[in-house]
Structures are given as structure tokens and as C-alpha cells.
């Protein structure tokens, strides 16, 4: 009952809010924030790792299926999170309509663009192609 005296009249009578999925995209944007903290972490260490070696050796580093692995994990938790950010930013701050959905459909291309790239050449090295 407590949660019918939140809602707005409108809301009430649809049963639902303006979008339909800002909670579901502010727990998303959230969970992968926390998510992305470890994952930048283990980055951060593989980078340092990198330093100072030969090409050779970094390519064996990188080609490693464990690092693979988190990298692998953390493109695709941040591209998801940079996407739902900037989502939330188009949606909120691009008020003519077709600017908007040019907008998202940008977002939403260079989003997929950089993480199948990104993919491709965590891929390329593990797999040594």
C-alpha cells in the first residue's frame, strides 16, 4: 500500500512509469559500476605487468586465458555501462524527437562498434590468429 501513495495519479491509473524501465536501468547502472571497480583493478595490475617487457612477452601475457578472460569481462561490463549512461543522458537532455533517436541509435552503434572491437583483439591474441 505504501507504494500506491508514491505514485503519480497517471502512474496509478497505467500502472507503470513514463518509460518503463528506470529502475531496471538505474540497477544496471549500478551493479556495473560495482562490478566494473574489481575489473579496472585487475586491469590496472595486467598494465602494469605489461611494463617494461618485449613484445613477445606482452603478447604471451596478453594471449593468456585468464587475462583474456577479465579483459573479455571488463569491455563488455564497461561498453554496457557507458551505454546505459549515456542513454540516460540523450533521453533526459535531447528534447527534439528525431534528434534523440539519431542520438540513440549513435549510442548504441559506437557502443557495439567499440566492444566488437575491442572483442576482436582480446580474441585475435588469445587465440594467436
Known amino acids: 500500500m505504501k507504494d500506491a501513495q508514491m505514485r503519480t495519479p497517471m502512474r496509478r491509473v497505467r500502472g507503470m512509469g513514463a ?16 562490478a566494473g571497480i574489481p575489473l579496472t583493478i ?14 613477445a612477452a606482452a603478447v604471451q601475457i596478453l594471449g593468456s586465458p585468464i587475462v583474456a578472460i577479465i579483459m573479455l569481462l571488463f569491455i563488455v561490463n564497461i561498453v554496457y555501462h557507458m551505454w546505459i549512461g549515456m ?21 548504441t552503434f ?4 567499440i566492444a566488437f572491437a575491442s572483442a576482436f583483439a582480446i580474441l585475435k591474441l588469445s587465440f594467436g590468429v
Open 19 to 34: 518509460a518503463h524501465t528506470g529502475t531496471k536501468d538505474f540497477w544496471h547502472q549500478r551493479v556495473t559500476s560495482v
Open 42 to 55: 585487475a586491469l590496472i595490475v595486467i598494465a602494469i605487468a605489461l611494463l617494461g617487457r618485449s613484445h
Open 87 to 107: 542513454q540516460e543522458i540523450i533521453v533526459d537532455y535531447v528534447h527534439e524527437d528525431k534528434l534523440k533517436l539519431a542520438a540513440l541509435m549513435g549510442n
Open 110 to 113: 559506437f557502443c557495439f562498434g
